[in-house]
DNA sequence: GTATGTGCAAATCATTTGCATTCTC
DNA sequence: GAGAATGCAAATGATTTGCACATAC
């Protein structure tokens, strides 16, 4: 499988775009974390590591590697948009309570069968499978 | 099956909060609207029918409505949220494409065979399920 | 009577944008 | 060199909040 970054330069050349240091190192940043991230954390985590890119370049690279392929919005919460990987990383399926927001993920039971089946008859590439719904405390607690 | 109002009025007292006209009021419009609305759609809506209800107050009176379990938060797009009532009223199950945002519902495959399994294996009560992947025009695209 | 709820206007906060400067192609 | 991209600071826009007044219990 091709790395990322080269998978976004594919992308930055057929949309005519600009090779960038800042990009290629908010991206590479990105693919170093594991799980969910936000803006600020991104933001932090380059600091930190003495690469400076302003807030602004993130906010305009996002959308980016969205339309890449290379990430997905994974929810708004807390006010902000949180994010997360999506190429060659697997398994996005989880139950998500209403009440409390506490999210499970999960594999069994299997939510191939049924990605395989949509996938067959409306032609989707699969991605993410989230389901709602309360959890057992929201539920005694109704 | 309990009207909503009802419904409402038992949180209400359950909380030891107050009942308002203008909650009720807001309430009744929301369940009087087909599919996804969102605040400004619900206020203009409210105006039209010369109910004065400030924006303040639906901003204050939504997330009661959804702890009591009467609607729910179905997208943020354009950023601003999208909501939907969800009491009394079943199939929540879209495709959403990532690539173009594109949300197609869907009934077959049927979704109800994981949702039971699911159900009850985490005990959650399910209300929607959303699967993110790529139309078939995105995949295209890429 | 007291605690809640409402409306208004001001504040907040994530995100977007204008602009001058810097960098790719 | 021309068009893009960046950083900064200012603007935007949805949502939240402080406060004075009104209302439910």
Chains 1, 2 share one sequence.
């Not at 090779?19 to 594991?34: A, C, D, W």
């Not at 919005?73 to 139950?95: K, M, P, R, V």
Request: proline residues 4%; neutral net charge.
């Amino acid at each position: 499988m091709k790395p990322e970054i080269r998978v976004f330069q594919e992308f930055i050349r057929k949309r005519g775009l600009r090779r960038t240091l800042e990009r290629e190192l908010v991206l590479q940043e990105i693919f170093e974390i594991h799980g969910h991230f936000d803006v600020d954390e991104l933001y932090l985590k380059l600091k930190q590591k003495g690469i400076k890119v302003s807030k602004a370049s993130i906010y305009r690279a996002l959308p980016l590697f969205r339309e890449a392929g290379l990430i997905r919005e994974a929810d708004f919460t807390d006010g902000h948009w949180h994010y997360e990987h999506i190429y060659g990383h697997s398994n996005h399926s989880h139950l998500k309570c209403l009440g409390c927001g506490e999210v499970v993920e999960f594999e069994e039971p299997s939510p191939q069968d049924l990605e395989k089946q949509l996938a067959k008859k409306y032609e989707y590439r699969i991605i993410a499978l989230e389901v709602q719904g309360y959890c057992p405390a929201c539920q005694r607690d109704a």
